[in-house]
């Protein structure tokens, strides 16, 4: 049975494509929770700010597809998103009198 090398390729092209786009959805899931937390009170400023930031290196990380120049936001975004998450779950207020007195104090 004769090899074909571009079987290989078109297969490797695909399976990073598809990882790309989980990439993408995992960026747009943190640019939601953290613009809904900015808005809405239920996330202090600045971890909000850094969700956003994390988003949109996450973004950015999905041009990994068309060149390697933006591999190096692979691990900023992958262990920074989880820190971020991590943060983002351990401090919503916990009753709606807090997002009261944080819109107050703001």
């Known amino acids: 049975m004769p090899t074909r090398p571009w079987t290989n390729s078109c297969g490797q092209r695909f399976a990073g494509a598809r990882a790309g786009l989980g990439r993408l959805s ?4 943190v640019a939601g929770l ?3 937390g900015l808005v809405a009170g239920l996330l ?3 971890v909000a700010w850094i969700g956003l930031v994390v988003a949109l290196a996450g973004m950015v990380r999905t041009l990994t597809l068309v060149g390697s120049g933006f591999a190096f936001l692979v691990p900023v975004v992958r262990f ?5 998450l991590i943060a983002a779950a351990a401090l919503p207020p916990r009753t709606r009198h807090e997002v009261r007195s944080r819109d107050e104090s703001a």
């Open 26 to 29: 995992f960026a747009l899931l």
């Open 34 to 36: 953290s613009a809904r």
């Open 80 to 84: 920074g998103g989880l820190l971020w």
């Open 44 to 46: 202090p400023r600045p």
